[in-house]
C-alpha cells in the first residue's frame, strides 16, 4: 500500500497529482503544518525535517516531492509519467525537473521565506524584488524549452510537468505574471488536468494525522 503525507496547499499536491494521473490507489495521511503535526515524533522518523510530502510505499520511505513524482512513474510505467531510463527523453526529463527546483522554485521559496516563513528578526525585504526579477528569467528559459510544445518533454504529458505546473500555480499566488504567450496557455493546459482537481478534492478531504 503507498501512503502519502501531505498537507493542502504544499507540494505535497504534485505528489498527489501524479497518484491520480497512475490510476493508483492510495492512502493519504494529513500532516496540519500550522498545527505543529510535521514536528510530531512519528512523523519525524519518517521526515527528518519536519516536511511534506513524504511517501511510504510498503516500507521504503521516500522524500523530496520530484524524487517521489519519479518514483511513482516509474513504478507505474503504463501512466507513462517517466520516459524510459536511459532514453534522451529521460535525459530531457531530469533536466527539466532539476530546472524546475533549482531555478524555477527557488525564488518563489525566497519570497515565501522573506515574506513570512522565516523568523521576523531573518527576513530582507529588499531581496523580494531581486526574487521577482530571478523568476521572470527562469520563466523565459522555461518558455523557450517549451517553443510550440504542449508539455515540456515533445508532446507527452510527464510528472515533469506536474512539478513544473505545481510551480507555475505557486507564482500565481504571488500575482507574478507570466509573459510569454506559450506558457500561460501551458500553465492553463496544466490547471485543466482532471487529475489536478481530484488530487486537490482529495487533499482537502482527508483529516488530520490522529493523535
Ligand atoms: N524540497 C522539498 C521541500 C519540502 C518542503 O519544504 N515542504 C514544505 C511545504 S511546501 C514544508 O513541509 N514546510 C514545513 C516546514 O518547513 O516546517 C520537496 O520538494 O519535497
Redesign the pocket.
Known sequence: MLTVYGCPN??STRVVWALEEAGADYEYVRID?RAGA?WKPEYLALNSG????TLVDNGFVL????AICTYIGDRFPESKLTPPVGSRERASYNRWCYFALSELEQPLWTIAKHQFALPKQRRVPAVLDTARWEFAVAATILADGLGSHDFIIDQSFSAADIVIGHTLAWARVYELPLERDNLRAYDARLRERPALARAKQRERAETNLKD
Request: net charge positive.
Open positions: 504544499t507540494r503544518l510535521g519536519g516536511k511534506v510530502p522524500t523530496e516531492s520530484a
